[in-house]
């Protein structure tokens, strides 16, 4: 089982990066996917994560109106698409994977490695 992140990268402020997070090893259709993201001295929080079974897509009220996730079911492929990028938004993203549907960082399945984001201002 492996979750693949990658897509960070270094932008300034109103710029767009967008994430992959390429799963192997697992029916996607049986799992939630989405990502995380971690700064120094802070807890993980949730951005973004799409429920494959059903197609339900929640994204964390501070990124809503400027990510968009979404999936490519052939390639096990989960996207996160981010514009119109802000410094807050400067983390390390981690994409992470739940059987079923909960979604919390205590209790996800399997974990990416993480992948910097950083916005300059």
């Known amino acids: 089982v492996q979750l693949q992140a990658s897509g960070g990268g270094s932008v300034h402020a109103g710029g767009s990066l967008r994430l992959s997070c390429a799963a192997s090893?697992?029916?996607?259709?049986?799992?939630?996917i989405g990502w995380f993201r971690q700064v120094p001295g802070k807890e993980r929080e949730g951005v973004s994560y799409?429920?494959?079974?059903?197609?339900?897509?929640w994204l964390a009220p501070s990124v809503k109106g400027r990510f968009t996730i979404s999936r490519d079911s052939a390639t096990k492929t989960v996207y996160l698409q981010m514009n119109n990028l802000k410094a807050e938004d400067t983390a390390v993203y981690y994409c992470?994977?739940?059987?079923?549907?909960?979604?919390?960082?205590?209790?996800?399945?399997?974990w990416g490695q993480g992948t910097q984001v950083t916005v300059s201002s």
């Open positions: 992470a994977a739940s059987y079923g549907s909960g979604w919390d960082a205590e209790y996800m399945d399997y």
């Open positions: 799409i429920r494959n079974n059903d197609k339900v897509t």
């Open positions: 090893g697992f029916t996607l259709e049986y799992y939630v």
